[in-house]
């Protein structure tokens, strides 16, 4: 392609922005080259849109990055990460110095090869892993309007997000497009970049859908322009921002590498270094003289400048704030503080479960929990991917549908479990909801990235998974988990609890609301279960494991069950000590708890007798406690379809089981 | 609702569709009702368009599931079972008795809960898990183009796909209908049940879509119209089969549960039994009055008329197959058999590793095996979700990409990881095809689900995930892979390879393409490795793990290592021997295998030594092998973004910490 002309001619159109977003570009061409890795094509192609953005349309302001009503601005092709650190550099948040982005890429550096939270500032959500990004995006525009609502006059902001194809490749692109366009969420806006290149070459490669008319038919509002017309980009996103009952998609044509005369418009500018030849002849045709990592002082305060664009609606803002009489209520909203009497609702409820035990499923469990939590916990928003009377995740606090006319505080996400994910993370990272969502724990596989980013940025929202083993019984194997929290447990920073009882279900609800930066699993019964616990006052489920019966004294053998097989497993006992053994029985609600407990709680639990699992479910994993899978009563295999009771003899999960195999083992 | 006079008028349209369709509403009624368990209200409002389906223009022949170039069914809704089990029965499917109807949901019957692929004759895929049928039906598509290409003549098949909104609001249904949109597969047909009716209630919840517009947007042939019509459905399907460049939506506006006069068009259809007393209005309001689970004789007999409609045609195509050259190549192909010649190509392919070893990355080491053995096997079909240059999934064989103009062997998937599992499993399926498939080993989250079906339904597919640890380096957490390992090899009939070199990854090949029952997943490296293996002949990678290196006499430790960590394992133990103690040095490619060897041949590996394990991955799972977690050096939770080196330093994955580790547990 001839690039130079092109350039003269888009420069043209405005050569202030143009300028400004030639910083952007130098930048990454630098940081990129230095890291000798990255992805210098979007940000140089994005780079005018970006700069339209910052300088006329974002509410933020650089000084005061935690601003509760700033706008929002994810970046969804997080690969493109060279561009949010420029912005952020270049209108001075304080962190992000021009040494972090000459060290792009490098150990301890805050400018991470994608976006991550909690890294830098400005930062708003992890992104690289595609389309979640997006998905995120509604669950930030769902927290801001329903606090909008319960907050008038303090919470008014936009949500924007930067994507590419692959967002809109990646099917959980559509959950959210689907979502957004339903719920007509107006202040969420889209800037496409529509560069007309994938990895393995033109998109014609694989992707030729009408992409405007695929929103259209979701329910968006389309607008399409040249994605390096700043005119244009500006008139677009006034459009957008005066659109407000429906979400708006901003379609920008743009060249990817936008400036480097030989890579510019191919697959080759995506994802390596332009290198010193091409980087200084993009240089040249942007006509950009400065050193690298150099910004000319006129352009640099003209960046910082933007950068304190917002301080003086910020400090409006935090005086309306101060004269509220909302500014309490809404300070311990958004930074995530528990209601006072909390405690108080949590001891009232379990005081309930021991004057009136619950034999009930534990997903039954977890909706009479729920009853007084979400009732004392303003903060908690629910909902379920289209099984909410299944997951029994609606309890009467939350029980106002959050629909396209106005917010609630239960979420209808449709079939969406990854989306449903990913907009928990968002309305966890927005600030001011602890957000769960429910479905069946097989399916949670859909969802599974997104539960990685929960843990992976440390985010307090609770998976609500029903039906966690053979017990749901007909549906069959593509419906009986196995495999499912091995495969859970693996994922570092996340609790996953089984509970064996309502009182455990309880008690990891209570967990999970006061686990602030660790996210939660529930994984839940359909079949009943009776109440185990005695009465007392403490949360044992607090120690992941704990000794729950003691039949005899001393141990001939240690039963260690979660969930549903707790019951069996104290069956199993019973006959046991009829039989004149000693037998420990250790429930074990949350393996990760239990870990993090000192060696001698972990020693005195588990004991030195031999000690056999049962847990309906892959054996994977329970070496860690066991000597050996054979010590384990659970799965071999995938499940099949019959009902529950059928289904747990013929996989031999039984008592008998259990007190054969224990026998043999306290034999040895 | 008033069903009954809606109920005479379309019976009115088409009295003989009606009354066998009825026949499909009362079995539905009388098994779910039986069991206790299943959903009646899809089978009842989908069954005119069914019977429409196999009454006039499904291909098959029910004496012959098996014919290949029959037209395939797919039931994507797969809550629906009985409508399948129904039809299977009445066109006299030897297996689908009336015992086996009765049975629905029970133990030991072929009618599981949902479609089980292999257990009865005529199911052509596990259904369920939702929008998965919609993309495994995708892969069938793709397959009958293909192998019309190489076979013509023999080849020329529809696929029918039934399915409900769940499967519209799943993000991996539009990664389905926008593949199948830009492939322009002419040959596939989806029946829309538009029945207004979700789970937690009426489709307006969560679902607001222009659906038609919608495949538009994604260039489908679209048609709408009456899914009780029995002529208007008949003239979509006629319309449906005359377009050949565009994939075709039927928009069919159905009733749940249609005739049951108080739960039809509601969501108390879906998901529970009608009972005795609404199954027996609706009964009565469908002018039905056979006994439970009778079919009137005349109506009996017209289904098994539909059953041996396609027996002639069927013969011909024997005959024209049994009077054709290729006879015996097309038999081969689709029966799953490897060429003649494909052992000693993969012996040349070995001998070559030993002549010139190989220090390349094992992702790179894939693509040298797969130069060799895509060549020797016609039936190998490839394709990555965008990262052809990352994964290295193409090589000369298969170069040819599948477009919408032609064919090809090299499937350019998008950045649709999800759609692309289950389209490799539709590609099985077929048969004809041995699809391996491509994408980063975290992103296979994505897709885990499919993955789960693959190894449900025990299909010939092979993942090819690169990127396998921190040691893509600079992409950061997002983008390396920790806990899938543990995650994958939790997932029962999954052969998981972490091949160390060249070789063991030629040796996985080998073993992926003779493993017809059993899905392979290659974990590949970016990072270079050195060819470890001596020559010899047989393949040790089938053994799952075996002594690779043996330092001094008897041992005091033993490293158990995988992947690109094997290397790092010798480095220790040579310095270590060099110190005077006896290391042994295990190489494990695939746990799965080696747990299916004979005790005496895994105690003689492992031996009775202290051992270490070196996997730069979670220590999840190790305890399989190793007494505790704290004997793995592995990764403790995420990674981070920086070169790889400085990673494997930071994360202490070094020669220094294997043998500080070694000392230690030897000095025990």
């Known amino acids: ?95 992000m110095t021009i040494d972090q982005i000459r060290n792009f890429r490098q150990w301890g550096a805050i400018t991470a090869g994608h976006p991550e939270w909690g890294h830098a500032k400005g930062v708003e959500t992890t992104t690289g892993p595609l389309g979640q ?37 990646e099917g959980i692109g559509q959950e959210a497009i689907s979502l957004a366009g339903h719920l007509k969420l107006g202040k969420l806006n889209l800037l496409y970049d529509d560069n007309d290149i994938t990895i393995d070459g033109p998109k014609s490669v694989s992707f030729s859908e009408d992409v405007p008319a695929r929103f259209r038919a979701c329910g968006w509002h389309v607008i399409s322009c040249d994605g390096h017309d700043a005119t244009a980009l500006d008139a677009a996103m006034t459009a957008a921002r005066a659109e407000t009952s ?31 030849e091409e980087g200084a002849l993009a240089k040249a045709a942007l006509g950009w003289d400065a050193a690298p990592f150099d910004i000319p002082a006129d352009l640099a305060k003209s960046w910082q400048e933007i950068g304190a664009r917002g301080a003086k609606e910020r400090k409006a803002w935090e005086a309306a704030l101060a004269a509220s009489p909302d500014a309490k209520a809404f300070n311990d909203r958004v930074s995530g503080k528990l209601p006072e009497n909390y405690a108080a609702d949590v001891q009232k409820a379990r005081s309930d479960l021991f004057a009136k035990p619950q034999n009930v499923a534990t997903r039954k469990a977890s909706q009479i929990a729920l009853e007084s939590l979400a009732a004392a916990v303003p903060a908690m928003i629910g909902g379920s991917a289209d099984l909410t009377g299944s997951n029994l995740t609606r309890v009467a606090a939350v029980d106002r549908q959050y629909t396209a006319e106005m917010p609630g505080r239960y979420i209808g ?117 009776p109440q185990l616990r005695e009465a007392g006052p403490e949360n044992l489920s607090e120690k992941g494991a704990y000794i729950l019966r003691q039949y005899g004294e001393g141990r001939d053998v240690t039963l260690l069950a979660t969930g549903t097989e707790v019951a069996l497993a104290i069956e199993a006992a019973e006959k046991l000590h009829d039989e004149g053994y000693a037998v420990t029985v250790v429930s074990m609600p949350c393996w990760e708890l239990f870990d993090a407990q000192p060696e001698e709680y972990c020693e005195s639990v588990l004991g030195s007798a031999p000690r056999i699992a049962i847990e309906a479910a892959s054996a994977f994993g329970w070496t860690r406690y066991v000597d050996r899978e054979a010590d384990v009563i659970g799965m071999p295999g995938f499940g099949a379809s019959a009902p529950a009771e059928r289904l747990y003899e013929e996989f031999g999960i039984t008592t008998d089981a259990i007190i054969t195999l224990a026998k043999a083992r306290i034999g040895k």
């Open 1 to 95: 392609m001839n690039a130079q002309p092109k350039i003269a001619a888009k420069a043209a159109i405005d050569p202030e922005n143009f300028a400004l977003a030639n910083c952007l570009r130098a930048l990454a061409i630098d940081a990129v080259n230095t890291a000798n890795s990255g992805h210098p094509g979007a940000p140089m192609g994005m780079a005018d849109a970006a700069t339209v953005l910052f300088r006329k349309h974002l509410k933020f302001d650089a000084s005061a990055p935690d601003w509760p009503d700033r706008d929002r601005f994810v970046l969804s092709n997080g690969h493109a990460s060279m561009l949010l650190y420029g912005l952020l550099h270049l209108t001075g948040y304080e962190d």
């Open 133 to 169: 990004g997006l998905a995120t995006a509604v669950g930030m525009a769902l927290a801001e309007r329903a606090l909008a609502a319960e907050f008038p006059g303090l919470v008014d902001h936009r949500t924007w997000v930067m994507l590419g194809d692959v967002c809109l490749q």
């Open 246 to 276: 429906r979400p708006t998609l901003i379609a920008m044509k743009t060249t990817i590498g936008f400036g480097a005369p030989n890579r510019a418009g191919t697959a080759k500018a995506h994802g390596s270094p332009l290198g010193d």
């Open 413 to 529: 996400y449709g079939v969406r479990e990854f989306g449903m994910a990913a907009a928990m993370n968002g309305l966890a990272l927005h600030g001011g909801f602890k957000p769960y969502g429910g479905t069946f724990l097989v399916f949670f596989d859909y969802a599974r990235n997104a539960i990685r980013l929960s843990a992976l940025m440390g985010l307090g929202v609770t998976y609500v998974m029903t039906h966690d083993s053979i017990g749901l019984g007909e549906d069959g194997p593509t419906h009986q988990p196995i495999e499912h929290l091995a495969s859970l447990r693996a994922i570092p920073n996340l609790n996953v609890f089984r509970p064996a009882d309502a009182v455990e279900t309880l008690e990891a609800w209570d967990i999970a609301l006061r686990s602030p930066a660790t996210p939660s699993l529930m994984a839940l019964s359909r079949q009943n279960v």
